[in-house]
């Protein structure tokens, strides 16, 4: 069980584009969950916690209007990266937390990431 | 920066050799989980560790864990070709909403030999 799955796996788009990553939790609901970036060879950035029906709670540095999220049920959050830019290549992943209780005791589900390059 | 750190940030080690990876924090937390990522996909949960907890096994993993020095360490012992992957710990941290985000390490990436 357990199981994120994440789509698109790889875009290449022009610049100015906007492209929309899609974060799906398959067989549990997710109250939360979370959008990061990762460089290569690097850890990960949390760029923002989305949590279902509310407003996604972003981190300092990250850019509201140039990333935005959309938590709409307990299965599905977007990240859509709006004009996207040289700069904005990079791999973004999501995860998801189970709908049990408010502790931090719970495990984050990972999706297998979107590779993003941008023309 | 609250990210953590991990040492060593690279390790390379012949198969059957045990691999062990530290992980420092910053704040105080309520838990601290590793992680497993293969190249170019996502992160495997491996184990979480409580933080009234001192050591917990999985497997051939053995995890530890001391509060007082903000610390913790995963060990792999009898160690295989298909453990080569990168290894991150994270930390969880109270966000202003009551909701709970969590913060890798630098990461450790670990090559066995065959």
């Known amino acids: 069980g357990a199981v994120v799955s994440q789509h698109p796996s790889r875009v290449i788009c022009k610049s100015g584009t906007s492209v929309k990553i899609e974060c799906r939790s398959l067989?549990?609901?997710?109250?939360?969950m979370f959008w990061y970036r990762q460089f290569p060879k690097q850890s990960l950035m949390l760029m923002a916690t989305?949590?279902?029906?509310?407003?996604?709670?972003?981190e300092q540095g990250v850019e509201k209007d140039k990333f935005l999220i959309n938590h709409a049920s307990l299965t599905l959050s977007t990240l859509t990266v709006t004009s996207a830019h040289p700069e904005d290549s990079s791999f973004y992943i999501c995860s998801a937390k189970r709908r049990q209780g408010t502790y931090s005791n719970q495990p984050q589900h990972f999706g297998d990431g979107t590779r993003l390059s941008i023309l | 920066s609250q990210q953590g750190e991990e040492d060593p940030q690279a390790l390379s080690i012949q198969e059957g050799e045990n691999a062990t990876m530290n992980c420092s924090y910053k704040?105080?937390?309520?838990?601290l989980q590793w992680y497993r990522q293969n190249s170019g996909r996502g992160l495997v949960h491996l184990i979480l560790i409580r933080s009234n907890e001192r050591e917990k096994h999985s497997g051939r993993l053995r995890v530890t864990l001391d509060t007082s020095k903000k610390s913790s360490s995963l060990l792999i012992t009898a160690s295989r070709a298909a453990d080569t992957a990168s290894y991150f710990c994270?930390?969880?941290?109270?966000?202003?909403?009551?909701?709970?985000?969590?913060?890798f390490g630098t990461g450790t990436r670990l090559k066995v030999l065959a």
């Open positions: 704040t105080s937390i309520n838990n």
């Open positions: 994270a930390t969880d941290a109270l966000t202003t909403s009551g909701t709970y985000k969590y913060i």
């Open positions: 989305s949590n279902e029906g509310s407003k996604a709670t972003y």
């Open positions: 067989d549990f609901q997710a109250t939360t």
